[in-house]
């Protein structure tokens, strides 16, 4: 009985440490609101000045919140699934908007060369301006080319301004410090689009073709069949689509974290 005591108190023990691990991982919501957050120290104090005076006149003029997350290890972690539960626990960006965007960094792959190192994460409320395939040409075309060279500080920078200016064309606002014209547009990468648009399209010819079989195959009832069991499919998908947007998170605004959230939106390398 005694050996089988030690056994649990063990196994509770190892639970416990195994996950404070990881629960250290990700850093405790700050006391005190800022837009970086350099933990790894990756930053020059001019880029973070710079920074900090493009992220305050975002919020003021649209209530967006872009934060700069650097962290020394983001251990066993995905840097996704780190970032998005950062980005939860924080609560980045409006609630009733979801408009935060989180641009994190792990040092220990960045100086390594890794995979993993750097995500940006967006909330549900701007994943029409910032899209997968927008956020990964965003650190391919500003953050990973000044990380080639070295420079850290400046690749995170520029990924800001780029940021920020998506943001800002979402917004229909002009900002002071960046030149939005010397970033990427929201909606010049179409990819997406075309190939959603080639789906429905094929969707659209497959379903004529099998309707036109079956017309030739059971003539008299075939058609009258298929369209009720076709009209019935897609009204309950169009009701599974309604749910996918949850709620914000915590309340808040303008000083503080808004209690925005994400549905894990965004891209990494």
Known sequence: MIKYGKVFLLSILFLLIFTEIFAASIPPKPSQYDYVYDYAKLMNQSDIETIRSIGKEIEDLSGAQIIVVTVNDIGNYQISDYALNLFRSWGIGQKDKNNGVLLLVDKKRLLKGLSGKVFISVGYGLEGAIPDSVAGRVLDDYVLPKWDNKDYSGGIVDGYKAIASLVAKEYNIDLKNVDTNEYPQPNTDNNDKVKGIISVV??????????????????????????????????????????????????GSGGSFGGGSTGGGGAGR
């Open 202 to 251: 094929i969707f659209i010819i497959l379903i004529l073709i099998f309707s036109s079989f079956r017309r030739n195959w059971w003539w008299g009832g075939g058609p009258g069949g298929f369209g009720g069991g076709f009209g019935g499919g897609f009204g309950g998908f169009g009701g599974s689509g309604g749910s996918g947007f949850g709620g914000g998170g915590f309340g």
